[in-house]
């Protein structure tokens, strides 16, 4: 490899960097580097700007993250989806906080909970100096297309050439920023890129084996008061999107009566009127499919209370409580589906 190429990817980049809220000059606040990178796994920048920025001003600090309620966070996560990366986030928090302040090396950080490898190395590299190159997916598409490798993407081997690659790239221009401008869509080694002087650059990396997908069907309630505020139920642990907040919902086993399961679960919440139908929403997580049927009604608050700890009357457009964007594509769903109960002269406390 020209050792001109690292240099070369550095000027390029100094000349077409995004404007992002987390980048700034080095070394940067090691918290918010720590937020960025985990926000923007598996998530488009754009959407990870606006919430990145929402969640500084919410948390602005490490210990103000630490201190917070995982209820909390899942909150500011919503919209990102990936929730799972919001419990890392809090765990990751709690460890430098417990610890009394931050590791400086990516040996040190991975070994803290809530830190994997990329993560660690990521922090060490752009607020401490470190020079463990942060490898991801995006480099690791690079470098396959550079040495038109033909290497499944998530390899361990593709992995360990992404990060050599990164090393050359960083003893010719020894600033992190040179890791940081191979995550851009655009290459400035497009000119010596044997994919692309083949017209193969589609082709690398070779993608990863796919994952057989899950159908599931869902069973939903939407018992909704007259104020337009409808009823929640927390997800159990254990469970998909457990964590978040949804109306009463139950898988439906093959064969079973979607009406009937409803009904059961309306009983469980205290209604025992009338269901109507509503149009059935489809809803993608990670390898999954789900088709969730939902039954809607408008109920009487005093008739259908919270049942405790768990339970929640909650606006549907601007929950308290963590919520997936499945709420918000129920609540379009349901929007016109609502019997009115046989009580609906009575007045609402």
Known sequence: MSVARGRRVLSWFEGNRRALPWRGPFPRD??????????????????????????IERFPTVEALAAAGVEQVLHAFAGLGYYRRA???HGAARAVVARGGWPRTAREL??????????????AAFAF?????????????????????????????????????ARE???DAPTPEVWEALRCAAC?????????????????????????REDHRWV???????????????????????????PPFAELEAGADAAALARSLAAEAGFRGA?????????????????????AATVDARRVAERGDGWSWEDPGAPRVPAPTLLAKLAEACSGAHREPPFAAETEE
């Open 30 to 55: 090691p918290y918010r580097v720590l937020v960025s990178e985990v926000m923007a796994q598996q998530t488009r920048l754009d959407r990870v700007a606006a919430a990145y920025s929402r969640f």
């Open 87 to 89: 419990r890392h986030l």
């Open 110 to 123: 991975e070994a803290l909970p809530g830190f994997g490898p990329y993560t660690a190395a990521a922090v």
């Open 129 to 165: 100096a470190g020079d463990t190159p942060p490898v991801d997916g995006n480099v690791a598409r690079v470098t396959a297309r550079v040495f038109a490798m033909p290497i499944a993407l998530g390899s361990a081997a593709l992995l360990r050439e992404g990060a050599r690659l």
């Open 169 to 171: 790239l960083y003893a």
């Open 188 to 212: 400035p080694l497009a000119a010596t890129c044997a994919a692309r002087l083949r017209g193969q650059q589609a082709e690398f990396p070779r993608p990863r084996p796919r994952r057989a």
């Open 220 to 246: 939903a309630v939407w018992l909704r008061r007259r104020d337009g505020r409808v009823l929640l139920r927390e997800v159990a642990a254990g469970g998909l999107l457990a964590g978040m907040w949804l």
């Open 275 to 295: 269901l109507e139908t509503a149009a059935p929403v489809r809803h993608a997580i990670t390898h999954r499919d789900i088709r969730v049927c939902p039954f």
